[in-house]
């Protein structure tokens, strides 16, 4: 597992010099796909597979989907064709791709030995544990985290929304007043 360890970690610091060193966003979002799934197995080798598990379904997989959707919106134009082409080249898919294939050969190394049940060092942190530590001595801090987290989104609702015309602004040359509706017989 030490072996793992260092090779994923080495892997994780090359292609997070990738990320910040590539200017074309498309390489740099392969780069950290290939960031994130080795941290991953950096969790994986520490003992803590819950954690290497989220790393690999939320930021490896939800959040990069994301960032490829907003890189697919931001390529317009019919320059985004010859783009296309020019990322095709092995130069552009090389260093990911050799990155990618040290840790497929560090997993099936690992898993081929039988050193699937060991760790470095410490506990196994599994689900439940996470869940007890969270909800046990820290759920004040987590309850304040989620009101943090709302507020934040409020907040954002409210700066991202786009106002409509005042009544000034549609021509009228005084402001309305809102009346409320008569009762009938009164």
Same mark, same amino acid.
């Given at each position: 597992?030490?072996?793992?360890?260092?090779?994923?970690?080495?892997?994780?610091?090359?292609?997070?010099?990738?990320?910040?060193?590539?200017?074309?966003?498309?390489?740099?979002?392969?780069?950290?796909?290939?960031?994130?799934?080795?941290?991953?197995?950096?969790?994986?080798?520490?003992?803590?597979?819950?954690?290497?598990?989220?790393?690999?379904?939320?930021?490896?997989?939800?959040?990069?989907?994301?960032?490829?959707?907003?890189?697919?919106?931001?390529?317009?134009?019919?320059?985004?064709?010859?783009?296309?082409?020019?990322?095709?080249?092995?130069?552009?898919?090389?260093?990911?791709?050799?990155? $990618?294939? @040290?840790?497929? *050969?560090?997993?099936?190394?690992? &898993?081929? %030995? =039988? #050193?699937?049940?060991?760790?470095?060092?410490? !506990?196994?942190?599994?689900?439940?544990?996470?869940?007890?530590?969270?909800?046990?001595?820290?759920?004040?801090?987590?309850?304040?985290?989620?009101?943090?987290?709302?507020?934040?989104?409020?907040?954002? $609702?409210? @700066?991202?929304? *786009?106002?409509?015309?005042?009544? &000034?602004? %549609? =021509? #009228?040359?005084?402001?309305?007043?809102?009346? !409320?509706?008569?009762?009938?017989?009164?």
């Amino acid at each position: 597992m030490n072996i793992a360890f260092y090779l994923s970690g080495l892997v994780a610091v090359l292609a997070t010099l990738g990320v910040v060193t590539n200017t074309n966003p498309v390489h740099a979002l392969l780069y950290l796909i290939v960031s994130l799934i080795s941290v991953a197995l950096v969790f994986f080798a520490l003992g803590a597979p819950f954690a290497g598990a989220l790393e690999v379904i939320v930021y490896a997989g939800a959040i990069m989907v994301l960032f490829v959707f907003v890189v697919m919106m931001l390529n317009l134009g019919h320059e985004g064709a010859a783009q296309e082409r020019l990322w095709l080249r092995p130069r552009v898919w090389l260093g990911p791709a050799v990155l $990618s294939a @040290v840790l497929l *050969v560090t997993l099936i190394a690992t &898993l081929w %030995s =039988g #050193d699937d049940g060991r760790m470095i060092a410490g !506990q196994t942190l599994t689900a439940k544990a996470v869940g007890s530590l969270l909800f046990g001595p820290w759920l004040l801090i987590v309850e304040l985290a989620a009101m943090l987290l709302l507020a934040a989104l409020v907040t954002a $609702s409210h @700066v991202g929304r *786009v106002p409509g015309p005042t009544p &000034l602004e %549609s =021509g #009228d040359t005084q402001p309305r007043q809102h009346t !409320q509706p008569r009762k009938e017989g009164a």
